[in-house]
């Protein structure tokens, strides 16, 4: 079925340290993962993608791991700060209906200064 | 460049009403989504526009919900008759093409007594 979810529904690091979400999906033909973050009272916000013929992508202190071995996403922010406080969904794009993006849970990211 | 624009940002209704939303997309862009995110949640498709034609309607409650894209650019989402359990944001996005990335509104938070 459609299934998308996240390991932890919430996460508390210190500032300056480095985070990881966890994502874990169901679909084994999915062939494209998007990470997106939501602020409170904004619409979710692209952050990194990575296609299913790679296992690791680096942007600007954000990297996405994925193991589709075990199917399984991870997001890593690096030297994380309370700019990056917010709700972190990964998402499926399930090419093969027409780019629908299915979405997991999400996991809330608490930066402490 | 502006983004995706939705309207109204909140809106409280008692059960049985109607109510509307309305979206206008990024310029340019030819595909269009609506979304329901209920709180906790991640968003949930409802329905995908390609111009003014319906690409994917699934998971639109047809017998409430409704929506249009009549002349391939703004649409509308209405709710008739709400339920309680319609209370939810409905963000509206956009994306040039099927399988490129999605732009995402600020949603409607609408609460339903």
């Known amino acids: 079925g459609e299934s998308v979810g996240l390991h932890l529904p919430t996460l508390s690091v210190q500032e300056g340290d480095n985070s990881i979400i966890n994502c874990a999906y169901s679909?084994?033909?999915?062939?494209?993962f998007i990470w997106y973050k939501q602020e409170s009272g904004k619409g979710p916000q692209f952050i990194i993608d990575i296609r299913s013929n790679m296992d690791k992508r680096q942007g600007q202190r954000v990297t996405v791991l994925l193991n589709k071995t075990v199917k399984h996403l991870s997001l890593q922010i690096a030297a994380t700060q309370p700019g990056d406080s917010a709700v972190y969904f990964c998402?499926?794009?399930?090419?093969?209906?027409?780019?629908?993006?299915?979405f997991g849970q999400g996991t809330e990211l608490s930066v402490k200064p | 460049e502006a983004g995706v624009a939705q309207s109204p940002r909140y809106k409280i209704i008692e059960k049985r009403q109607s109510v509307a939303f309305w979206c206008n997309p990024i310029?340019?862009?030819?595909?269009l989504y609506w979304y329901q995110q209920i709180l906790g949640q991640g968003p949930k498709l409802l329905i995908q526009?390609?111009?003014?034609?319906?690409?994917?309607d699934s998971q639109l409650p047809k017998d409430r919900f409704s929506a249009e894209r009549l002349k391939g650019v703004d649409s509308t989402l209405k709710i008739q008759p709400a339920k309680l359990e319609d209370s939810a944001v409905y963000l509206c996005?956009?994306?040039?093409?099927?399988?490129?990335?999605?732009?995402f509104g600020p949603g409607t938070r609408l609460t339903v007594l």
């Open positions: 310029s340019g862009h030819a595909t």
């Open positions: 998402a499926e794009n399930w090419h093969n209906q027409g780019g629908k993006l299915i």
């Open positions: 679909n084994s033909a999915s062939d494209y």
């Open positions: 996005a956009s994306s040039l093409g099927r399988m490129n990335e999605q732009f």
């Open positions: 526009f390609q111009n003014n034609g319906v690409v994917d």
